[in-house]
């Protein structure tokens, strides 16, 4: 969920380890062109990848890996986030309370995302399709690479969550009443579907879901931001530890009305693989067709706290520092102006 660090070019020094010998980078060609193969240890990850390679240049594997290591890094990111969180609120649920209670859930969607963010480094640690494109407004993330990043995201929310049933279906079939039955919330008191994505509150209104998760969604940009800025006080290595506090801290303060979803491939992936294990159509239904809110409100709270933190605090890089506050950019319809190069709006 923070922005990708992007490595220095020039070539790292060596890496030491007290009591053993160092390893040195020995950038590794094939035709001219660099090879992508496996490296060992005691390499610094933040060197650039063409200092990383060994030997082996032809391994089809590790050339397939360099191109989708960001992909591949948003699934697991998000794979990660859904195993903790959904196996939290599972836990919870099925064992009506012995095992956990709301702030239990609070603390497992919490520590979802400081692992996954630990996990998802390379590409920048979005974990969220709202994030991805709140960082393509402000952050000049390259707008080619949100589609790839939103369904990896999704696949890994899918892939987790369907192990999450797998983990818990005896206990699933014991709770619900028989290993037929599948029950959506609102429509059952044993319902179990509520553990996989997220249901509003029964008095909650359409205008209320929204208001809910948008501005859960503006409070967890604006923090991601301020964590980030090193011109304001800044969290640096310490980025995934303080948004565990943050997630910890929207889940115990906003998460109550709609189960603070603030991301659609946390709630969509996992509704879709509920409604395909047999929950049926009601996934869909229930909340009064309450589905699209998830998938909507993050990108709209996201922008927005984006949005607030540049305007008022921000004096580094971003549309909103530019003429107009990035609305030039409309007058200049080219290639150039739009690949996210603000300062061609001036």
């Not at 397939?64 to 959904?86: A, K, Q, T, W």
């Not at 003429?323 to 290639?335: A, D, Y």
Request: aromatic share 16%; hydrophobic share 40%; charged share 15%.
């Amino acid at each position: 969920m923070a922005d990708k660090h992007e490595s220095p070019a020039s070539t790292p020094p060596t890496t030491h380890v007290e009591g053993v010998q160092p390893h040195h980078y020995r950038p590794s060609t094939v035709d001219g062109q660099p090879a992508y193969a496996e490296h060992g240890a005691l390499v610094d990850h933040k060197g650039p990848q063409e200092e990383l390679v060994q030997s082996e240049p032809d391994l089809l594997w590790s050339r397939i890996r360099h191109y989708m290591r960001e992909p591949f890094s948003e699934f697991f990111g998000v794979f990660i986030l859904i195993l903790f969180g959904d196996g939290v609120v599972a836990q919870v649920v099925l064992s009506g309370g012995k095992k956990g209670d709301y702030q239990s859930i609070s603390w497992g969607w919490g520590l979802g995302v400081m692992l996954g963010v630990y996990s998802s480094g390379i590409s920048g640690a979005h974990i969220n399709p709202a994030v991805t494109f709140a960082n393509c407004v402000f952050r000049k993330f390259p707008w080619r690479k949100f589609f790839p990043y939103m369904i990896a995201q999704i696949l890994g929310a899918m892939c987790a969550s369907a192990i999450v049933y797998a983990n818990y279906k005896s206990a699933i079939d014991v709770f619900e009443g028989g290993a037929d039955i599948r029950t959506v919330p609102g429509y059952s008191e044993t319902a179990t579907a509520g553990i996989f994505c997220t249901y509003p509150a029964p008095f909650m209104t359409k205008t209320g879901q929204f208001f809910s998760e948008f501005i859960a969604s503006t409070i967890l940009m604006f923090l991601i931001y301020a964590l980030k800025d090193d011109g304001n006080i800044g969290a640096g290595p310490l980025i995934p530890l303080c948004l565990f506090f943050v997630i910890f801290g929207i889940g115990a303060c906003f998460g109550w009305e709609t189960g603070y979803a603030i991301n659609l491939a946390r709630d969509f992936g996992p509704r879709l693989v509920s409604y395909m294990i047999g929950y049926g159509t009601n996934v869909w239904k229930a909340g009064d067709y309450y589905f699209w809110v998830p998938m909507v409100a993050p990108f709209f709270g996201c922008t927005f706290g984006g949005f607030l933190y540049d305007t008022f605090l921000f004096t580094g890089e971003s549309p909103i520092n530019t003429p107009g506050m990035g609305l030039m950019r409309f007058t200049q319809l080219n290639k150039k102006t739009w690949s996210n190069t603000y300062q061609s709006a001036a």
